[in-house]
């Protein structure tokens, strides 16, 4: 069974990004960020659910509300990691390690630290987790209609595995997509 390791045994990775800024796009984040990569306190619950009601469920009833980032924050078979533009959340993502794989529960990056390699340094953290874990396959589920998503996964070693009819609340259908780190071990480093 595999657990989660400590914040110790982890530390903390710090990526400092140039973004590019765009002209009349008010959610781009100005000039130079540091973005900090740590793991996930109990504090930072009720950010984690709003960005995941805001960017991962929009249009969906709630269900990675609150209580339930809580329960991954406890559980010893998930990683939560946070990216942190100083005091403002950037991103976060949720890992759950099973007997022979992971599976990628959410990964969210706010609009305006999208495209300045946040999502890959968070990504390429959790395959480190995984590798370490001696875990090599990586599943996940996207919104089949997430074009953007999917192209950001395909780019960071995975491949689309199968569909899921009706996945999303039985509006939407979800693409399964998987990484097989072993043969990916040159995956996107940061």
Same mark, same amino acid.
């Given at each position: 069974?595999?657990?989660?390791?400590?914040?110790?045994?982890?530390?903390?990775?710090?990526?400092?990004?140039?973004?590019?800024?765009?002209k009349n796009t008010k959610d781009?984040?100005?000039?130079?960020?540091?973005?900090?990569?740590?793991?996930?306190?109990?504090?930072?619950?009720?950010?984690?659910?709003?960005?995941?009601?805001?960017?991962?469920?929009?249009g969906l009833p709630w269900s990675?509300?609150?209580?339930? #980032?809580?329960?991954?924050?406890?559980?010893?078979?998930?990683?939560?990691?946070?990216?942190?533009?100083?005091?403002?959340?950037?991103?976060?993502? #949720?890992?759950?390690?099973?007997?022979?794989?992971?599976?990628?529960?959410?990964?969210?990056?706010?609009?305006?630290?999208?495209?300045?390699?946040?999502?890959?340094?968070?990504?390429?953290?959790?395959?480190?987790?995984?590798?370490?874990?001696?875990?090599?396959?990586?599943?996940?589920?996207?919104?089949?209609?997430?074009?953007?998503?999917?192209?950001?996964?395909?780019?960071?070693?995975?491949?689309?595995?199968?569909?899921?009819?009706?996945?999303?609340?039985?509006?939407?259908?979800?693409?399964?997509?998987?990484?097989?780190?072993?043969?990916?071990?040159?995956?996107?480093?940061?």
């Amino acid at each position: 069974m595999w657990a989660s390791p400590s914040a110790h045994e982890y530390g903390n990775l710090s990526v400092t990004v140039q973004n590019t800024i765009r002209k009349n796009t008010k959610d781009r984040v100005r000039g130079s960020v540091n973005i900090r990569l740590s793991l996930a306190k109990r504090k930072d619950a009720p950010a984690i659910a709003h960005m995941a009601r805001t960017l991962v469920e929009y249009g969906l009833p709630w269900s990675w509300n609150e209580r339930r #980032i809580a329960f991954c924050l406890a559980n010893p078979e998930c990683v939560v990691i946070t990216a942190q533009d100083r005091r403002r959340l950037a991103g976060f993502a #949720i890992m759950e390690f099973l007997d022979d794989r992971a599976h990628l529960s959410l990964l969210a990056v706010q609009p305006g630290y999208q495209r300045m390699g946040v999502g890959r340094a968070m990504l390429e953290w959790l395959y480190s987790s995984a590798r370490t874990a001696g875990t090599f396959l990586v599943h996940l589920e996207v919104r089949a209609g997430n074009a953007q998503a999917r192209a950001f996964y395909r780019h960071l070693g995975f491949h689309e595995a199968g569909a899921r009819r009706g996945y999303y609340d039985g509006r939407e259908d979800a693409v399964r997509m998987a990484c097989d780190l072993g043969v990916n071990a040159a995956s996107p480093a940061l």
